[in-house]
Nanobody, 119 residues
Framework: QVKLVESGGGLVQPGGSLRLSCAASGSIFAINTVGWYRQAPGKQRELVAATSGSRTNYADSVKGRFTIFGDNAKNTIYLQMNSLKPEDTGVYYC??????????????WGQGTQVTVSS
């Protein structure tokens, strides 16, 4: 199996920055799509950013402020968040579509990390 461990959330003032990390460990043969989702109180979980390597998508609300990138050697993905706004507040989850071995593919989620943007 695979475990995703997130870190980097916290409290930040509007206009500030945070970097979230998501480290994958376990049975990993290859990684397909990876991404970050968030869930604000009372709202559904929504896509923030996702990439398959050749293609990257961002939610309109974060374009130009957030960047998703990874370190293949560490099996870690990051979400750099700049110019944060109160509406960015929520629990952020990383997601990875992983091939455990040829012919076996599964979706994995991180445990979630709280991001609060407030003065």
């Amino acid at each position: 199996q695979v475990k995703l461990v997130e870190s980097g959330g916290g409290l930040v003032q509007p206009g500030g920055s945070l970097r979230l990390s998501c480290a994958a460990s376990g049975s990993i043969f290859a990684i397909n799509t990876v991404g970050w989702y968030r869930q604000a109180p009372g709202k559904q979980r929504e896509l923030v950013a996702a990439t398959s390597g050749s293609r990257t998508n961002y939610a309109d609300s974060v374009k130009g402020r957030f960047t998703i990138f990874g370190d293949n050697a560490k099996n870690t993905i990051y979400l750099q968040m700049n110019s944060l706004k109160p509406e960015d507040t929520g629990v952020y989850y990383c997601y990875e579509d992983i091939v455990n071995r040829p012919g076996l593919r599964n979706d994995y989620w991180g445990q979630g990390t709280q991001v609060t943007v407030s003065s």
